[in-house]
Each structure stands twice: as structure tokens, then as C-alpha cells.
């Protein structure tokens, strides 16, 4: 059975993202998307859609992602743990 562990990501509009991720995952990358141990983002969390993987870069959640920059392609999201 896999542990899983949830992560609170603010943004900066104030909104908190909550992301669940596998606990022996959570410890790869850095708050900010940094490397760590070697290991991209989407390489330590390829279960996560490409937004929730953001979280862990930008810490910009859906909503200002999409002010940002447009409607986000979620036509190849990964699927959730």
C-alpha cells in the first residue's frame, strides 16, 4: 500500500492548492520546482496533471495559470495516484 500525503500549496491570489502525492515522492523536488536529489518535477511526480505539477514550480494555481496565460490543454493530464 502506498502512503500518500497531502501538500498545501499557496498562491500568491491566496487560494490554497491541496495535492496528494505518494510520501516517499513529496521529498524529490523542492517547494520552489528546484532539482533535488537530481529529480525533475515531472519526473517525481509523472501521476500528477501537468497543473498540479505547476503547484510544486510556480505555486500559481489553475484559476491564475488561466488568467495568466489562457485555458489550460488538459487533454493529456496524467491520471491521479
Request: contains cysteine.
Amino acid at each position: 500500500m502506498t502512503n500518500l500525503v497531502t501538500v498545501r500549496i499557496p498562491c500568491q491570489c491566496g487560494f490554497e492548492s491541496i495535492v496528494t502525492v505518494r510520501a516517499e515522492d513529496v521529498h524529490l523536488v523542492s517547494r520552489d520546482g528546484r532539482r533535488v536529489a537530481g529529480v525533475h518535477v515531472q519526473d517525481a511526480f509523472p501521476y500528477l496533471a501537468a497543473p498540479e505539477r505547476e503547484l510544486f514550480i510556480s505555486g500559481t494555481c489553475r484559476k491564475c495559470w488561466a488568467a495568466m496565460f489562457g485555458a489550460e490543454d488538459t487533454s493529456q493530464e496524467a491520471p491521479h495516484v
